[in-house]
């Protein structure tokens, strides 16, 4: 080829004329060869067209059209989906109909005849790359399966699926935004190319509705895979708690995935079929998806609207968290005008998430205050209402960040005092929010006051509860097992850091003088028999002999014990506390008497040993009532 070794236009030539020697030879053309030759025949006649004036062109302008007239009607009467040829079988149609147009420009109003079939076949040919269009999406769609899917980060490095398995928010933040291909990627240029022939033909309206019909049916399926059901306001504030439960986890499982993945992949994939320079790619993407995220959107909403019922709250506040998590992603994704309503909205629903839970809050606060027993909780155990409070404040612990931060939005000292509450309360409420630990963090400080005046509450409703026990000591030990939950829970959870030191020393003293209270109230009389003073119970008590302090004593020991047997202390190590010191009382004072009076008593009065004693006492608190025979002897 060493004759084509020259510059310019010399070049050109040469390469002509060695074309038309070849021709003139009367060899036999091979298919591509044909092909090439019929490509370079339509490029010649479109540089003719654009480089000669009208007068010189018209007759080739004819020429010219009646040609790429014939070669895209030939295209439209062959069932053949072109595509499916092969991308060269497409861009050749694309050339010819590009071509179309120029030829379109270039004739004028005095070809009316000419101009006309051109518009027809214009027309013609629009509607055959709809088709084809149509066609390449749905039959290159790829399935939403993380686990096959190929994906790349924005910064072109590779995520693995196990990182978008395990958290996408995660995989985000380290490795860029996460693409998944939903087309497969070897067609995107064909489909661009046809997306910018028909733009540039006028028709890019039924370019984009193809592509949003098609791009739709795909969420659609997305959606169906995550069992995501169009439902109205008035079918969720109809439904039951676990359902509705049931639904909210549905929620926060899809809006992650869909916003963090698949709406950022789907935005991804219509910017390359329609670039990025112009609106159409917005339009597309915001056409798709704009239904499907304001029916989720709609959920939320109606989640909002429901009864304030305690139960709820944790599941509005995981709605809100994620609402105000994703709310980035959402600005970046629907951006400029076109997206205005989806921000709009997305941010109406998050506030009003974030005012129901507020409201939640305080309705919870309220319950406690409100909550009424008519009859003792048996055995002086812990209360449910005690046990449902600190378990409840354990798990907003969790949400420390967001629900401090919602609670900070509408602080209102008024709010601490759950009207209609007695002075005592107010006044407890008070003296908890001066208990701030002043050694932790300055954080959450919206939230201690809250929890302060929920404890506070809480505890003055089991004070109430309390005097329904006509036994003194049964009070004591009631108060005892709450307040010691109480303090429990707060020094094993994260709530110690809310509380604070303070509270939890204040606190283990309260449990700690109940637990006084109780050794007072039940051994003092029952030991009163051995003291030598005579100040036993009853009248008359101090002329009392030694033989009748051991029968006063056995029998109120007696009543003790088959009382306190069928009490309750839950946490095993309160308990052996509770029963080590209860055994300190009575067996010293016991010992002390009996080693005095035991040479000058018949056995049968001296009913029990230490021994004895001792195996008894630990037998109270176990919640299973017991009674001693009268025929019980050492």
Request: aromatic letters at 8%; one cysteine or more; proline letters at 3%.
């Given at each position: ?247 909210i986890k549905k929620w926060v499982r899809v809006m992650r995935n869909l916003v963090q993945m698949y ?204 005097k329904l026990y006509r036994d003194v000591s049964l009070r004591h030990i009631f108060l005892l097992n ?5 303090t429990r829970k707060v020094l094993n959870s994260e709530l110690r850091h809310i509380f604070g030191d ?133």
């Open positions: 080829m060493g004759e084509f070794e020259v510059d310019g236009e010399d070049k050109l030539i040469v390469a002509a004329e060695y074309l038309m020697n070849e021709l003139r030879s009367g060899k036999s053309l091979t298919r591509n060869s044909k092909k090439v030759l019929g490509s370079l025949l339509s490029e010649l006649s479109r540089v003719m067209i654009i480089s000669e004036g009208r007068d010189e062109t018209g007759e080739i302008i004819e020429q010219r059209l009646n040609l790429v007239c014939e070669k895209i009607m030939t295209r439209e009467v062959d069932e053949t989906m072109i595509w499916d040829l092969g991308s060269d079988a497409g861009n050749e149609f694309l050339d010819a109909v590009n071509e179309l147009r120029v030829l379109i420009d270039r004739l004028d109003g005095t070809e009316e005849v000419s101009l006309r079939k051109a518009h027809d076949v214009l027309q013609t040919a629009m509607a055959r790359l709809e088709v084809e269009f149509k066609h390449l999406l749905v039959e290159n769609r790829l399935p939403f399966e993380l686990e096959h899917a190929s994906f790349r980060s924005s910064e072109g490095s590779m995520a693995s699926s196990e990182d978008l398995i395990l958290g996408s928010s995660n995989s985000r933040r380290n490795s860029g935004d996460i693409v998944v291909d939903l087309i497969r990627p070897d067609v995107i240029s064909d489909l661009k190319n046809i997306a910018d022939t028909m733009v540039a033909s006028g028709y890019d309206r039924e370019c984009i509705q193809v592509c949003t019909m098609v791009r739709k049916e795909a969420l659609d399926e997305f959606l169906y895979d995550y069992e995501v059901e169009k439902l109205s306001i008035e079918d969720v504030l109809k439904m039951d708690w676990a359902t509705l439960n049931t639904n709406l950022l992949s789907e935005k991804s994939l219509d910017s390359q079929i329609f670039g990025e320079v112009n609106e159409f790619g917005l339009t597309c993407f915001v056409d798709t998806v704009k239904a499907p995220v304001m029916q989720l959107l709609n959920f939320g909403e109606a989640v909002s609207l429901g009864p304030r019922q305690p139960e709820k709250l944790l599941r509005i506040l995981e709605m809100y968290e994620l609402a105000s998590e994703l709310l980035p992603e959402i600005d970046a994704l629907f951006t400029d005008h076109l997206g205005s309503s989806v921000r709009t909205e997305y941010r109406e629903v998050m506030r009003r998430l974030g005012d129901c839970a507020r409201a939640t809050f305080v309705e919870f606060k309220s319950a406690i205050a409100s909550d009424v027993s008519s009859h003792p909780f048996p055995g002086g155990a812990v209360h449910p209402l005690t046990n449902y409070v600190m378990n409840y404040l354990m798990a907003l612990t969790d949400f420390s960040q967001t629900l401090d931060s919602l609670l900070m939005e509408h602080e209102d000292v008024e709010d601490l005092t759950i009207p209609p509450s007695p002075p005592d309360v107010i006044n407890q409420v008070e003296e908890e929010s001066n208990y701030e630990n002043s050694s932790s963090p300055e954080k959450f400080l919206a939230m201690k006051r809250h929890f302060y005046s929920i404890t506070s509450v809480l505890e003055a409703n089991i004070q109430v509860k309390s709450n307040i010691h939950y109480m303070k509270w939890n020393r204040k606190h283990t003293w309260k449990f700690q003088q109940q637990a006084t209270e109780y050794e007072r109230a039940t051994w003092l009389p029952v030991l009163s028999f051995l003291k030598e003073d005579g100040s036993g119970s009853g009248s008359g008590s101090r002329n009392l002999r030694p033989r009748e302090r051991f029968q006063g004593f056995n029998s109120a020991f007696e009543e003790v014990y088959k009382a306190q047997t069928g009490w309750l202390i839950s946490d095993e190590r309160l308990r052996e506390e509770v029963r080590t010191k209860a055994s300190m009382w009575v067996i010293q004072a016991y010992w002390t008497f009996y080693s005095r009076h035991e040479n000058s008593v018949s056995e049968r009065y001296i009913k029990y040993s230490t021994d004895d004693l001792e195996k008894l006492l630990l037998d109270l608190f176990a919640g299973s009532p017991k009674s001693l025979s009268n025929s019980y002897r050492r």
